[in-house]
């Protein structure tokens, strides 16, 4: 099963809002055919790994089919997954948990069982959830996963007075593969105006993500980046109600510059909630907020934020950095309700995740 989770892995990114899903055929104790889910719209792990097996000329009959999710026994982009297993053979299917999804949701356990497959369910329950949680989010909830990133010193400040960058280029490599992973990276006016950002995923992998921006009154400067470069990658403006129907002449504007305004109720404030069921709407997955200090509060105050990701550079202001924002990290985490989830290191900085309770 772990072998199994492994591959699932390497889907995180391509098959939103699909799930990632690993398959392992086994047969006389010796793997014989493995798969994973590679995109969206394409073959599901199961199917990957009975192709995987049927090219290596092996017979499955009586082998025994480790998959993280389980089987979907319905008619989707793909032909039930559940027919194909029972047609091969396979006597036995393990699943770490089942799909929450409504159109699965036991159904595909049922429908082996009915045919005299076993099925067991729970191995590895707990690191299938880890990797599943955005998409077993997005399915109980109808609303993405919140992601929230930001990079500080080591005493705390979110700005340096140089202006220049407080991570350091590896930490900015990874923030790239994680925009790739991502629907959105949502940022506010502030931060548009202060770094006229482009939010784009650089890495050379991966998707591209929509670039989304927190503005209740239609301010952002139509000569920014983001605006200029919206027929290469999307671009939504979040508005409030009032602000389009007094400034239509700043919208139509922005429409034809290729950007889309979504408007949201309210009178100068975009609140969360609305947004994120919007976004649920939209299938969208994941959402990386990446700032500024206010956008980040809003979000994590209100208990929304689902994975926190700090990286914290080994530079340190000290009075220096007076009036800037600080996190203390601890004090975060235990406001939040977030656990410590893992802790890696990108060049000297040091980046930590927090992930809620699942």
Known sequence: MRRALELARRGVGAVEPNPPVGAVLVHGGE????????????????????????????????????????????????????????????????????????????????????????????????????????????????????????????????????????????????????????DGVLVGLGTVVADDPLLTNRSGRGRKPARVVLDAELEIPPTCRLVRTAGESPVIVVACQRATESRPEKAEALAEAGVEVLTLPGDDRVEPEPLLDELGRRRWTRLLIEGGVEVLESFCSRGLADEVIVFVSPRRLEEDGRGRPKYDIAEVRVAYKLRPHTRREFGSDTMLTFRREL
């Open 31 to 182: 793997e014989v055919g493995s798969g994973y889910h590679r995109r969206f719209g394409g073959p599901h792990a199961e199917v990957e790994a009975l192709r995987a097996a049927e090219q290596a000329g092996l017979d499955i009959r009586g082998a025994t089919l480790y998959v993280t999710l389980e089987p979907c026994g319905h008619q989707g982009k793909t032909p039930p997954c559940t027919d194909a297993i029972v047609a091969s053979g396979i006597s036995r299917v393990v699943t770490a948990i089942e799909d929450p999804d409504p159109n699965v949701a036991g159904r595909g356990v049922e429908a082996l069982r009915a045919a005299g497959v076993t099925v067991s369910v729970g191995l590895c329950r707990e690191e299938a959830m880890e990797l599943l949680a955005p998409y077993v989010k997005t399915r109980t909830t109808g609303r993405s996963w919140v992601i929230c990133k930001w990079a500080q010193t080591a005493d705390g400040y979110l700005a340096v007075p140089d202006g220049r960058w407080v991570s350091g280029p590896a930490s900015r490599a990874e923030v790239h593969r994680l925009r790739g992973i991502c």
